[in-house]
């Protein structure tokens, strides 16, 4: 058998994100997810170290690297749209689901079990909380660089963003948010001093 899971994602890279905004810098599913994977990854380490936590810090690391896999199928739908109202939200998340186990299926009968609890993961698990945040951290970080050079396009998305990240309880987002966020406003200059 032939298997098409990895040809499909790493159809991450064609898929654009913030489809709907003018940017300055484009930025694809694939390099997100790489983002989100090191930030959730982060977020586990700072709640294990600093706040006494119990979390997985590796296997939120691999929910993340799989947390988009179903756009290679849909393609990212902007969020404004995806949550419009909770009519198409539950649509969307119907099709998510069904993109989700198109991919598993494409996956040799043997390694069906190992990769599917990452590509349909329990939104339940206290490592895919961490994956949710370090979404919006991305998401926050790509409205740090636009504004930063300048593109006022992502003012009201930062001002979101910002706001729902000031409404977790998690103290390792905060840690995160004030030790690492400012750094993404520096040129290259600042960052290598």
């Known amino acids: 058998m032939v298997s098409k899971f ?30 989100v994977a090191m930030i959730a990854h982060a ?8 706040y006494g936590g119990k979390l997985d810090a590796n296997r939120a690391a691999v929910l993340a ?26 649509a969307y998340k119907n099709i ?12 040799p009968d043997e390694l069906k079990n190992a990769f599917a609890p990452f590509v349909k993961a329990d939104k339940g698990e206290r490592e895919y909380d961490f994956v949710k945040r370090a ?12 504004l930063a050079v300048g593109n006022n396009e992502f003012k009201n998305a930062y001002d979101a963003t910002l706001k729902s990240l000031q409404d977790v309880s998690e103290r390792s987002v905060k840690y995160f948010m004030d030790t690492f966020i400012p750094a993404y406003s520096m040129s290259l200059d600042y960052l290598l001093d």
Not at 69 to 90: F, W
Not at 135 to 146: P, R
Request: proline share 2%; aromatic share 6%.
């Open 6 to 35: 990895f040809a499909f994602l790493d159809r991450m890279k064609l898929i654009d994100r913030w489809a709907l905004m003018r940017n300055t810098a484009v930025e694809d599913v694939a390099q997100h997810t790489m983002q």
């Open 43 to 50: 977020l586990c380490v700072i709640e294990n170290a600093l």
């Open 65 to 90: 690297l799989y947390h988009e896999s179903a756009e290679v199928v849909t393609g990212d739908l902007p969020t404004p749209v995806k949550y419009y109202d909770q009519a198409i939200n539950r």
């Open 96 to 107: 998510e689901s069904r993109a989700e186990q198109k991919l598993i299926d494409t996956l």
């Open 135 to 146: 979404d919006k951290l991305s998401a926050l970080i790509k409205c740090v660089e636009e």
